[in-house]
């Protein structure tokens, strides 16, 4: 199974920008989703993005269109999540996901691919 580490919380102040990072380790990357989801304190988990070399990019709540930017390295094995513009409702854990296809399923990536442990990621001023 493809191991996935995250890195790049921290805590910043709104409006501040934040880059996660995501190293798949075990195969290629070449042909699978990276994905991302969060989970603030007291809510269930959401998708946030995802980049699929077949289907393309997603973002998928509103509140992180135009701020977020997920991109990709397949000879560094490597997504980011470049979060800018960053807001108080923002704040969570940010758990990078890998598997065959995007999905806002984390079922689907808990039966078809494998997470990372998360990174926090705290927006207050």
């Known amino acids: 199974q493809l191991q996935v580490v995250e890195s790049g919380g921290g805590l910043v102040q709104p409006g501040e920008s934040l880059r996660l990072s995501c190293v798949v380790s075990g195969w290629r990357t070449d042909n699978i989703a990276i994905g991302w989801f969060r989970q603030a304190p007291g809510k269930e988990r959401e998708p946030v993005s995802c980049?699929?070399?077949?289907?393309?990019?997603?973002y998928y709540p509103d509140s992180v269109k135009g701020r977020f930017s997920i991109s990709r390295d397949n000879a560094k094995n490597t997504g980011w999540l470049q979060m800018n513009n960053l807001k108080v409702e923002d704040t969570g854990i940010y758990y990078c996901?890998?598997?065959?296809?995007?999905?806002?399923?984390?079922?689907?990536?808990?039966?078809?691919?494998?997470w990372g442990q998360g990174t926090q990621v705290t927006v207050s001023s």
């Open positions: 996901v890998q598997g065959p296809l995007c999905s806002t399923s984390a079922s689907y990536f808990n039966r078809h691919g494998s």
């Open positions: 980049d699929s070399p077949r289907d393309g990019k997603f």
